[in-house]
């Protein structure tokens, strides 16, 4: 691949931004990307840091799904445990499947909790 703007030399990168080959004279480092110099620097800064934050949000989102794990699995607990000491049948089954419906939406949540972390 020849370099966009030097038609004669071989171009060593290709830019983030525009896709362009460029040769070393045009090649500019910008975080882990490369950009046209003088052209592309400021829209591939843009791009490594949305990059960032989308890799912190993910991680933001496996801590999300854990907590909300927990607070199923407490709520879950809690209605099994009414259920337990329950006297009325009505309610022993609607609190034991209330229980049983949230410790299942716990689990889930912690299977996309491992997902989102991997």
């Known amino acids: 691949m020849r370099c966009f703007y030097h038609g004669d030399v071989e171009a060593v990168a290709v830019c983030k931004s525009c896709g362009r080959g460029i040769c070393h004279d045009c090649y500019a480092e910008v975080g882990t990307g490369t950009a046209c110099r003088n052209r592309c620097e400021s829209e591939v800064a843009t791009l490594e840091d949305l990059q960032r934050r989308m ?10 799904y854990y907590g909300l794990a927990v607070f199923l699995a407490l709520i879950g607990g809690a209605l099994l445990l009414l259920a337990a000491f329950s006297y009325k049948t009505t309610e022993k089954r ?13 689990v889930a949540c912690g299977f996309l909790a491992r997902r989102a972390d991997e």
Request: no cysteine.
């Open 55 to 64: 890799t912190d949000l993910v991680k933001m989102t496996g801590q999300t």
């Open 94 to 106: 609607v609190s034991a499947a209330g229980g049983a419906v949230f410790l299942a939406g716990a």
